[in-house]
């Protein structure tokens, strides 16, 4: 991993990782200054500062993602996690085939990871030298540390025992403040995050990757129309226009899967999901309900894009 990798989040100046306090030099703060962030003892590291927050603890809770932690161990979303996975292989194995890099040059960002389920499978995939887990949820970034010490990919445990897998580098932060080098990345996977066009593309090496995952026309209908009076469609490609000035659409899959659900993991998907707040009260409890006496079926579908940088 480049040393440069990492920017101080509050002069931009090159921050540093180290095994208990990671540093920026100050060489960009007028006051020549340097900014000490810890690493907290689960090995991640906080670098969302007090004003880039928009409320007291920022992004989903804790109940909201043991809810997903649940849900995804049992598999349900594997299909998606396996076609990402593959995506990534496939634009890495060709971009090695053709020389244009090596994996000791390859850097990943996995934004808005959650609790790290797709974190942990993208780690996996051969080709991929640092991938950095961020999250502005501190409760899902420490999930993602827990994660990644237990399977000996946290970026810690990778330095002491000079492996060569994969290391996994967990921090909050704020997608709209990426506190990573310009022109540093090699890809982004955003699965159903929030999509910050310019601030991926400031990231992103010249023909970097940018995979995207979103619900597809008839996600979860049987739910939606369960709980809502009016079901409003998903318009999973209505930020293409946004990104079309800095990338360019290479490839989109489909995908779906048919699930069964018994009311523990229903109560988890709505926990998971914005229904846990949208939908009202009486109408999720009778869902649950109809669960608990007989598993419900309906079926996830998911799109995904893969783009790629355009020139400068």
């Known amino acids: 991993m480049l040393v440069s990798l990492f920017i101080c989040p509050i002069c931009q100046s090159p ?9 920026c030099d100050g060489s960009l703060n007028p006051k020549n200054v340097s900014h000490p962030f810890d690493v907290a003892r689960q090995g991640y590291v906080n670098l969302l500062p007090v004003n880039q927050k928009k409320s007291k603890s920022p992004g ?14 049992n598999a349900h979303y594997q299909p998606l996690r396996d076609l990402v996975c593959a995506q ?17 040059s390859v850097d990943w960002l996995d934004i808005g990871c959650g609790e790290g389920y797709y974190t942990g499978a993208i780690a996996q995939t051969k080709g991929i030298n640092s991938l950095i887990a961020a999250d502005i949820s501190k ?13 000996k990919r946290l970026w810690l445990d990778i330095d002491k025992q000079d492996d060569n897998k994969e ?22 996977t955003s699965i159903f995050s929030p999509i910050l066009p310019t601030a991926f593309a400031d990231v992103l090496q010249e023909g970097g990757y940018l995979v995207i995952a979103k619900p597809d026309i008839g996600h979860l209908t049987s739910v939606r129309e369960a709980l809502f009076d009016e079901v409003r469609e998903h318009n999973s490609d209505k930020f293409l226009t946004e990104l079309a000035p ?12 048919e699930l069964t659900l018994p009311a523990a993991d229903l109560a988890d998907l709505l926990t998971m999901t914005p229904y846990a707040y949208r939908a009202q009260p009486e109408k999720r409890q009778a869902l ?6 007989a598993s419900f079926n309906t079926e996830a579908k998911f799109v995904v894009y893969v783009l790629k940088k355009r020139p400068l």
């Open 167 to 188: 290391a996994i580098y967990p921090i909050v932060t704020s997608a709209a403040h990426l506190p990573l080098s310009a022109n540093s990345l090699t890809g982004i």
């Open 246 to 257: 800095l990338f360019e659409v290479l490839d989109t899959q489909r995908i779906s899967t």
């Open 15 to 23: 921050l540093f990782p180290a095994a208990d306090t990671w540093r």
């Open 60 to 73: 989903d809770s804790s109940n909201s993602i043991l809810a997903r932690q649940r849900f995804l161990a």
């Open 88 to 104: 990534i292989n496939a634009l890495l194995s060709a971009k090695h085939s053709t020389g244009q890099t090596d994996k000791s």
């Open 288 to 293: 649950l309900a109809k669960a608990a006496a």
């Open 139 to 151: 409760p899902a970034v420490i999930e993602v540390a827990k994660a990644s010490k237990a399977a």
